[in-house]
């Protein structure tokens, strides 16, 4: 998995309104890339959406992935 996967994992488990955190990656992503990146975790289920605005990650059917030391600070700064 891809380190732009995982950071948005992560930032799911943070912010789960959609709104938010598109609003907290676009410093460090583009909106299409986020876009993008959460249309393939719900696609491969790793993320569900919950109504319009909530976004979730699917633990009960994937755990997150080990976080590369080098995105610790990144998420920590969200």
């Known amino acids: 998995m891809n380190e732009k ?3 948005v994992q992560y930032a799911i ?3 789960e309104n ?4 598109i609003e907290k990656l676009q410093p460090i992503l583009s909106a299409k890339d ?3 990146t959460i249309d393939t975790l719900i696609g ?3 993320v569900r959406r919950i109504g319009p605005e909530t976004i979730q990650n ?3 059917h994937t755990e997150l992935p080990d976080m590369p030391d080098n995105l610790k600070s990144v ?3 969200l």
């Open 44 to 46: 491969t289920q790793k």
């Open 58 to 60: 699917n633990e009960s």
């Open 34 to 36: 986020i876009q993008r």
């Open 75 to 77: 998420i920590d700064q």
């Open 5 to 7: 996967m995982i950071l």
């Open 18 to 21: 959609e709104a938010t955190l």
């Open 13 to 15: 488990k943070k912010y």
